[in-house]
Nanobody, 115 residues
Framework: QVQLVESGGGLVQPGGSLTLSCGCS????????MGWYRQAPGKERELVAC???????NYSDSVKGRFTISRDNGKKMVYLQMNSLKPEDTAVYYC?????????WGQGTQVTVSS
């Protein structure tokens, strides 16, 4: 049974940084491309970054140059380093396989960017 556990969110001032972590258990992690998604209040969930099985990365235009996605297949972890955070980055952040997902979402981790 696949499990996804996101962590690392919190309250940060504009311009600050956070690193999110996602642990994935119960599956052969290395065969999946993974993505970080976010959902802001009143908005649909959106993909912000993804990383392929060959470690190729892609980012949404809104985070390009500020966020960095990475993965550690040995630890079955995917990370999102977020720099130069803006209030519009405020959202619940989730990880999942990309593009189809595992058929469910974890609990997510709240990121709030506010002064």
């Amino acid at each position: 049974q696949v499990q996804l556990v996101e962590s690392g969110g919190g309250l940060v001032q504009p311009g600050g940084s956070l690193t999110l972590s996602c642990g994935c258990s119960g599956t052969i992690f290395s065969i999946y491309a993974m993505g970080w998604y976010r959902q802001a209040p009143g908005k649909e969930r959106e993909l912000v970054a993804c990383i392929s099985t060959l470690f190729r990365t892609n980012y949404s235009d809104s985070v390009k140059g500020r966020f960095t996605i990475s993965r550690d297949n040995g630890k079955k972890m995917v990370y999102l380093q977020m720099n130069s955070l803006k209030p519009e980055d405020t959202a619940v952040y989730y990880c999942n396989s990309y593009p189809r997902g595992f058929g469910f979402w974890g609990q997510g981790t709240q990121v709030t960017v506010s002064s």
